[in-house]
């Protein structure tokens, strides 16, 4: 009888240990903490171009109308503005105001700014928003670039003004976005000239009179961003649009 329940006991101790060794062991490991990978600081061109095309999305109407305005860093409401207010609203975000180095510009020199409105004085609420002051400026500080019909010589973050009539003297400006036309070599540009800040194709469309960059161009390392999926790029504004500009 004792050797039959040694015999049971035996039966049942190796039957366990069988189980145990069939059956895996999971050990829970935990994985090391991924090291986050910081966002790369735009470059001050690049904040500006960034910014242009964030325009596209607030500022939707062209209004020429003059508005007091705060001063430094002073702004007619998003959704509205001038071709200049592009360029203003893209440089400021690059930590560059216009309105007031183009103020404190033409307080020191403002015989050498175009003398056009009748003014005795300089005006911080509009003088920045004109273009042939911004042409000033740009090129008082150095700023300024040949005028060619290379696409190349056209970078994102560039600005360029134009003469839309030259009858009338009416100029426009804009800035160079970073989105490629389809099957051309040339980059779209961000402006307004008569129904808020759009990303058209329009580098070539008008006489180029004036070529600046605030900012040296990026280097190879730094990142770009050339492509921009789902962009819609407009071609030439019509006639109509150009005449309602005032």
């Known amino acids: 009888m004792q050797g039959?329940?040694?015999?049971?006991?035996?039966?049942?101790?190796?039957?366990?240990?069988?189980?145990a060794c069939a059956t895996p062991v999971y050990q829970a490991v935990s994985e090391a903490p991924r090291a986050s990978r910081k966002p790369v600081p735009l470059t001050p061109r690049q904040q500006v171009v960034a910014n242009a095309h964030?325009?596209?999305?607030?500022?939707t109407a062209y209004d020429p109308a003059y508005v007091k305005l705060d001063y430094p860093n002073g702004d007619v409401p998003r959704?509205?503005?001038v071709c200049a207010d592009?360029?203003?609203?893209?440089?400021?975000?690059?930590?560059?105001?216009?309105?007031?180095?183009?103020?404190?510009?033409m307080a020191r020199a403002f015989a050498r700014y175009p003398q056009k409105w009748g003014a005795k004085g300089t005006d911080a609420n509009i003088d920045h928003r004109r273009v042939p002051n911004l042409m000033t400026w740009f090129t008082r500080q150095k700023k300024h670039l040949p005028?060619?019909?290379?696409?190349?010589?056209y970078q994102p973050g560039d600005v360029v003004a134009w003469e839309l009539n030259a009858a009338s003297g009416q100029l426009h400006i804009g800035v160079v976005s970073d989105v490629r036309v389809p099957g051309a070599a040339h980059y779209a540009i961000i402006h307004n000239i008569s129904a808020g800040a759009r990303l058209e194709d329009v580098l070539f469309a008008w006489k180029i009179i004036g070529h600046y960059r605030y900012f040296p161009s990026d280097t190879e390392d730094e990142p770009k961003n050339e492509t921009q999926p789902q962009?819609?790029?407009?071609?030439?504004?019509?006639?109509q649009e150009i005449k309602d500009r005032r």
């Open 54 to 59: 964030e325009q596209t999305k607030l500022t």
């Open 231 to 239: 962009t819609h790029i407009r071609t030439r504004p019509d006639r």
């Open 79 to 81: 959704d509205r503005g």
């Open 147 to 153: 005028v060619t019909t290379q696409a190349a010589d």
């Open 4 to 19: 039959s329940r040694w015999a049971l006991c035996h039966l049942i101790v190796m039957s366990v240990l069988s189980w």
């Open 86 to 105: 592009v360029v203003v609203r893209a440089l400021r975000a690059a930590q560059v105001d216009l309105q007031k180095e183009v103020h404190e510009d």
